[in-house]
Structure formats: structure tokens, C-alpha cells
DNA sequence: GCGATACTCCTGACACTGTTCGGAAAACTG
DNA sequence: CAGTTTTCCGAACAGTGTCAGGAGTATCGC
């Protein structure tokens, strides 16, 4: 009797987590990551977010690291798909502001994400081989579109990355949530395609 | 007896201990976040560096957010001693090598010292008013270098930051130790002041 | 339908973290 | 020498990631 009655609300509560499943867990993560920064996610918090117990977790991740590594994964496939859904002009300046504009945007969305996918913030976390495939995917496209609109060496790439870059986490740092070096694009496209490709 | 010899050795410690002082500590703290990553810092383990309890380590710093704090500032007057070590040439394009030099040769240097300067990598750090103080006084000297040099507009001056801050950030991230963004500086000087004093 | 197997989840525990409190020893001040 | 301030530590608290072992549930082969 006694026994019954303690065992109930159990099997109850496991009902009710088990649809907690990994893509919820990873949503989750990712509210939390954004909401307090990438180096603030405890897996004891987000075991209470889904409702579970932190040790349960371990079904589906192998570590805190394993949950990072599929956060990045996810990211980079957001940027991948955003690649491919872009449609590249003919006009080389009009290609590269989009380009631009592409990762700037993505970038300034999320602090987060970018801290994860960009910065390497986060002790002794390495993406999987796997994820990393991913990162190299979005690369390799990235560097496709260029060459493409005729960025052709390694150091114009470079540069190119640099000066994308460079905005990105200005606008982060210095004005997050604004538009300050968003509205630099333009500018910085036109002072980079005038050096590599004269006016 | 077994009193005086349960205290003994503990006076001997204290006197080895006491020259561990406020700049001794934060050098410490400088090595293991080198070492391991701003987000690696461990209270517990930078006592046991200077021979300490963790505790006493409150006698010199509030918290941990206050050691971060002072090495920002440390990290700070560093800069802003080179910046007034820096002489800056007459000729623009000269002047400009130097001041980009000046900055990707520091954030190249200490991947660490530019996270924590930089990037809001650890949650919830802000730097007190008088560290941030420093931070301010840099940033007005490498305004007032580049006004100086004929970078009027503050559009202009956030175009070089975000040029010279992409070069150190892909230097660190897909570099680290090596040259491949540093040998772009030229090149991307002479990028920037092509546009914005023409040739 | 039944038994074995795999999956999911939890209890308990370990070593670690930053931090607070209260007290003791040492150093400095009059 | 007495009194005050500085420096340090022992004990403890709440938090962290993680592991071992054992339950309950779902699934598969028969």
C-alpha cells in the first residue's frame, strides 16, 4: 500500500519527461546559452528546464561538451542553409554585399552562436570531427561564391574574411542589438572591391 | 607538546606566504589564463600557485570578477603605454602600417589578454568604472592618433576598428602564433587608405 | 503471449568550484 | 608595552560536471 502510493507520482513524472527528447533538450541549451552567455549553461539548469534529473542527460550527451558540440553543429547548418538559399547576382559588388550582409546579419543575431561558432571561448571544447565537417562545409561554400564572383587567392580571401569579420564583431561588442557597422557594409564592400578588382 | 608542534610549521608557512602579494597573485593569474583560457581561472588553484588558502585570497580581491578586473586594467595600461611609446610618422600610410601593427601584434601576442580585453567572454564580467577608465583613455589615444593622421569621421574610424579588429581575430582564431593575417596588413592599409584619402 | 534485450531515467556519491563567517596569528601604530 | 589593523586560515554552504549501479519501461525475437 504504502509502496503503491510512492510509486505512482514516479511512473507520473516519467510520462511527462519522456517527451523531453534531444532536439528539446537542445532548444533548451540554446535559449539558455542566449539568454546568459555560452559559458553560462549548467547542465543542472537545463535538466530542471526540461524536466529531469542532470544525470539523465547523459542518455543523450556524453558530456557538457557533447551538448556545445551539437549546438555548434546546429549553427553551422543554419549558416549552411542560408548559403543555399542565397542567390548569387551577376554583379560582383551586388554578390558581395549579399555575402556580406549574409553573415554580418547571422552574426549580430546572436552573440551566442557566434561566440560558439567563431570564438573559441569555451575551455578545452573542440567540435567533433563530425560538427567540424560541418564548419568546413560552410567554408568551403563561402569561399566557392567568391572565387566564383572572382576572388581568386588565398590572400583576397583572406582579406575579404578579415574585413567580414572585423564588422561582425565590432557590431557585437560595441553595439549590440543596433546597427552601427551593419551600416558599414555598403562602405567596406565598396573599399574592398575597389582594391582587388579597381573601380 | 603536541600543540606547539601542530602550530609550528604553520608559522613557518606564513612568512614563506606573506611576500605573495597583490601583483605577485595577479601575475599568477596571468600565467594560468594563458595557459589554460580566461575561463579556465580557477581561485582554488591560483592559491595553491601562491601557496595559499583560497581565502586569503579575499584579502586582496573581492571576488573572482575582481581579479578579471584588474588583470583588464593591467591588460589596458599595456596597451596604452605602447600607444605612448608609438611615434607616429608623418606620412599617412606609415602612420597607419604602425598603429595596426601596434594593435594585431598585441592581440596576436596573448589570445587570452584579447578575450578578456575585447570579447565579453566571461558571464556577467563588466569592468569597474575605473578599469574601464583605462580602456577609455586607450581607445581616445588611437582616436586621437588617427584624427590626427586626417580620419576625421567617426564612420571612418569605425571601418579601420573593424578592419584591424578582423585582422586580429582571424589571426588568433586560425592562426595562433603563426603570420598569415599579420603579412595582410599592408595590404589592408593600403585597402583602407585608398578609400578613404583616395591615391 | 513470454522472455531477453535495449533504452530511459533516477538515487547516491565524488571531486571540484566561488564564497562567507568567525577567529587567530602577525604587523604596524601609539 | 597595549591597541588596532592587516593578513591568513579552518569550517562550512551551495553550486558545478560526472560516474556507478540499479530500477522501470519499451522493444524485439520466439
Redesign the pocket.
Known amino acids: 500500500m504504502a509502496d503503491k502510493t510512492a ?1 505512482e507520482p ?2 507520473d ?3 511527462a ?2 517527451q ?1 527528447t534531444k532536439r528539446e533538450i537542445l532548444d533548451a541549451a540554446w535559449k539558455m546559452v542566449r539568454d546568459a552567455g555560452v559559458n553560462a ?7 530542471r528546464v526540461v ?10 550527451f ?4 557533447s551538448v556545445y558540440d551539437h549546438l555548434f553543429a546546429d549553427g553551422n547548418r543554419e549558416l549552411l542553409a542560408r548559403f543555399d538559399r542565397l542567390e548569387v547576382s551577376d554583379d560582383r559588388r551586388r554578390a558581395l554585399d549579399a555575402v556580406a550582409r549574409l553573415f554580418v546579419t547571422f552574426a549580430a543575431e546572436d552573440q551566442a552562436r557566434y561566440e560558439l561558432l567563431f570564438l573559441r571561448t569555451i575551455p578545452d571544447f573542440e567540435p567533433s570531427p563530425e560538427s567540424y565537417a560541418i564548419a568546413v562545409e560552410v567554408f568551403k561554400r563561402g569561399r566557392s561564391i567568391l572565387t566564383d564572383v572572382g576572388l581568386r587567392t588565398l590572400e583576397d580571401f583572406d582579406l575579404w574574411t578579415a574585413v567580414v569579420s572585423g564588422l561582425s564583431s565590432q557590431q557585437l561588442a560595441n553595439d549590440p542589438g543596433g546597427d552601427r557597422y551593419i551600416r558599414l557594409i555598403d562602405n567596406a564592400v565598396a573599399m574592398f572591391s575597389e582594391h582587388v578588382f579597381g573601380r
Open positions: 510509486v514516479r511512473r513524472r516519467r510520462h519527461r519522456h523531453a549553461l549548467s547542465l543542472r539548469a537545463l535538466a524536466d529531469m534529473e542532470p544525470q539523465s542527460l547523459y542518455t543523450y556524453d558530456s557538457k561538451h
